[in-house]
């Protein structure tokens, strides 16, 4: 059984500031399914807290893992209710690259929210969406709060930072922008490629956006809400954009 | 300028358990949108609480507000930021009464995050439902988390706690259950009338209601992710069941 110490204890608070996450190149992800999911992927484990009982996955290295107590694990989760298991993980840096031809990519400009973010990823995984560009000002990936609420699904997603502006400039992909008035989503044809843009929850899409927005859809309304939440508004663009399954026709 | 009182705050303060604001039949809803929008709604104010700079909407009877400081506000306010008023609302004692038939209705069967509920409840309402019927371990909508989520919507959507078992045991309008595998929500025609189940985040339909079920309908997973979020799952499902708009085609 290891002893947490006051410094370990010290340096793992520190992560939670984005300053620190960057200087020492490590994030946090707690719970048994997001350590899966990371064992799985090809983020890098650093150092595992975890209480007895939980079961190591194959292929972790042993040596990585310290077992501690309930009442230490206690006090360096982050979560309401701790799940077993606390992981410390290599922040990638070797840079992405952005490939928007032939294929469907999300686009945030400035979403603040991390559980708003987390629940985009999450969408994003479910389907099968490989790209998410975000503005400088989104809120940051290794936020914890964000990592927790895409339940694992930001090891399958490529997320990458950038000047959306600069982006666009570089492409003739055409930009379907998430707006509360443009053409219906249940009209839009699906396409075979194409950035779905999406603004933030208090401003929505900035102005020098809006110029490089090619087609503005909307979500139509029906009843008396004046709008919808940012993440479900992705996730019912999606669900037409790219929605189709085997029982499912696509829509045109 | 009115100062609160200790009495005040920690009136105030019980409020935000269940058991308090039942016995004193009142809730908390704070900020200039959810007052507006409570004002002009059947809700009945008992009290605001608002800084000065506050622009009282029309149609309030100023006997009701009292102007505090923005400290004061600060230290009753139950948000990060607050948003110039705070108000206490009654709880309606009038019992609703359910009908199922010639619309579509809502029912969850033990949702427990505030947040996902009152998403749920806003969702509701930008698709023109009217009707949200809970099963009894749902969480409660008067929590303070639940009403600031609907952004308001709540005045605009009945919402009924009751044995779902029972309500389905007199009923012929179909049971659409949201589940990981059942048919297409692309290839099922829009229904004039119906019931949308939806499960808790963490177990699903129970097993009883699942019996109830006429009709699985599934969201098809293109990626990598195991599940959705119970609310953006609730939108992805309604803006296929019952979205349309002057420009979208009806599904058949």
Redesign the interface.
């Known amino acids: 059984m290891y002893k947490l110490s006051k410094n370990d204890v010290k340096f793992i608070q520190s992560l939670c500031h984005k300053k620190h996450r960057h200087a020492e190149g490590m994030f946090i992800a707690e719970g048994v399914?997001l350590v899966e999911e990371i064992i799985k992927s090809k983020f890098i484990l650093k150092k595992i807290y975890a209480i007895e009982k939980w079961i190591a996955p194959l292929g972790i290295n042993a040596s990585l893992v310290s077992i501690i107590t309930e009442d230490d694990l206690q006090r360096i989760s982050l979560l309401q209710t701790p799940n077993m298991v606390f992981a410390l993980v290599e922040i990638p840096t070797a840079p992405s690259s952005i490939i928007l031809e032939n294929k469907i990519s999300i686009m945030l400009d400035g979403i603040q929210d991390p559980?708003n973010f987390g629940?985009i990823i999450?969408?994003?995984?479910?389907?099968?969406?490989e790209q998410i560009i975000c503005s400088k000002d989104t809120v940051e990936l290794y936020n914890p709060k964000t990592i927790q609420s895409t339940?694992?699904?930001f090891v399958?997603v490529n997320i990458i930072y950038e000047s959306l502006v600069e982006v666009l400039k570089t492409t003739k992909v055409p930009v379907y922008g998430a707006l509360l008035s443009g053409?219906?989503?249940?009209?839009t044809p699906q396409p075979a490629e194409g950035i779905l843009l999406i603004g933030s929850e208090g401003k929505g899409i900035g102005k020098e956006l809006l110029a490089c927005v090619n087609i503005p859809i909307?979500?139509?309304?029906?009843?008396?809400?004046?709008?919808?939440?940012a993440?479900?508004?992705t996730?019912?663009l999606l669900?037409?954009i790219?929605?189709?399954?085997?029982?499912?026709?696509p829509k045109n």
Chains 1, 2 share one sequence.
């Open positions: 399914k559980g629940t999450r969408l994003a995984d479910w389907f099968g969406i339940m694992g699904s399958r053409k219906s989503v249940y009209s909307t979500i139509p309304r029906i009843g008396g809400a004046e709008s919808l939440n993440g479900v508004a996730g019912i669900s037409h790219v929605g189709k399954g085997e029982e499912g026709l």
